[in-house]
Structure formats: C-alpha cells, structure tokens
C-alpha cells in the first residue's frame, strides 16, 4: 500500500516539495453555506470535498479520504448523528465537527457520545471555524478546541 501523506506533510517530487493539504469533508444541505465553507477553506489551503446531505456524504466518504468532517446536523435525509455513524461504520476514523445553528447547549454530550471532535455554531466565525480544523487535522500538538 502506497504512503498516504499526512496533511501539512510535505514530500519531494523531483526537484520541488509539495504540501499535502488536509482534506474536509463539508457536509450542509445550504448551497450558499457550501459555496462559502469551500472557498473559506481552500483560501486556508484545503482541499475540500462537498456534499448536500447525508446519502452523498457516505458515498463521498471513501473516495474524498477526509482527514476532517465538518458535518451540518440537521439534513433533508438524516440528522449529523446518523451520518457519523454510517461513516465510522465505512472505517473513516477521522475527527468530525457538529457545524450546525442549533443550540449545543445541553446537547454537547450527546455529541460527544456520538463521536464528534468538537463544535462550531453557524452561521459562525470562519476564523474560529479554520482553528478548530487546524487543531484536529495538525499531529503537532496544537491546542484542543474540542469544548467551543
């Protein structure tokens, strides 16, 4: 089996060094909030795979390879949970992200049992957003962000 290089980590094609890009999954039943995530998030040097609901996330999943899921919660066909689920039961182990407008709230431990790394409201700060992936997808050590 081939080396699959980590996000961030680099490796020499010939003469050049190439950065490998974490890759995203972004998961939302908005196109607007897509649109936004793919280009917030490749301007940041992600590459980033798409999908408008649940069913196109799971079919998605093995081909995209994600390092990182950041997966709306509420979707036309399932909620955020039942597509996590799905997923991990496919053998993507990778850190998932809640981004939904709902109130965590007293639902954070729910996620939590569900698998998910961390949480992000939307509509949310980018900034706050870009943060958490880089915490979740860089082995180096950076901070938690797995409460906010």
């Known amino acids: 089996m081939p080396h699959r290089f980590l ?12 950065h490998v890009p974490a890759r995203v999954l972004a998961v939302d039943d908005n196109n607007d909030t897509l649109e936004v995530i793919s280009i917030v998030l490749t301007l940041h040097g992600y590459a980033v795979t798409t999908a408008p609901n649940g069913a196109t996330a799971i079919r998605s999943a093995p081909l995209a390879q994600p390092d990182v899921v950041l997966l709306d919660f509420t979707l036309p066909d399932m909620n955020g949970i039942d597509v996590l689920k799905a997923l991990r039961s496919q053998g993507v182990t990778c850190p998932a992200v809640a981004w939904t407008a709902m109130d965590f709230g007293s639902g954070k431990q729910a996620y939590r049992e569900a698998g998910f790394d961390a949480f992000c409201g939307k509509p949310g700060d980018m900034d706050l957003l870009v943060r958490i992936l880089l915490a979740l997808t860089q082995p180096d050590g950076a901070p938690s962000v797995a409460d906010r």
């Open 7 to 18: 996000p961030g980590e680099q490796w020499n094609r010939g003469r050049k060094a190439v």
